[in-house]
């Protein structure tokens, strides 16, 4: 089998995170307050293209977009969005307890 530059694993991964960016997508037009999901998915989705492009054009630096915004800054996004949800679900909770009393 030729080899074709990049890795078919890497490819596959780009696709399901674009099937996931759609839906993201739709979801961020429909619910504005999903703007840190919403840039959390860019930023893997942006990780996820630097690995593929990088088997042909500037390897060095897609490498580091890869690994600064693909994994770093998505990590970051979406520990803010999950800190986030959390504390609105607290926020709900306890607004939900202080009616039960």
Do not use: P
């Not at 890497?10 to 993201?24: A, D, H, K, M, R």
């Not at 986030?84 to 709900?92: D, N, V």
Request: no cysteine; hydrophobic share 60%; charged share 15%.
């Amino acid at each position: 089998m030729a080899h074709l530059g990049f890795e078919i694993g890497e490819v596959f991964s780009l696709f399901i995170i674009l099937v996931g960016y759609v839906i993201i997508i739709i979801e961020f037009v429909n619910h504005k307050n999903l703007l840190h999901l919403f840039l959390a998915y860019t930023f893997l989705l942006v990780g996820s293209i630097a690995t593929v492009v990088e088997s042909f054009y500037l390897a060095d630096i897609m490498n580091l977009v890869e690994h600064v915004i693909g994994m770093a800054a998505a990590g970051i996004a979406f520990g803010i969005t999950s800190f986030l949800a959390y504390r609105k679900i607290t926020a709900l909770d306890s607004g939900i307890k202080r009616k039960l009393r």
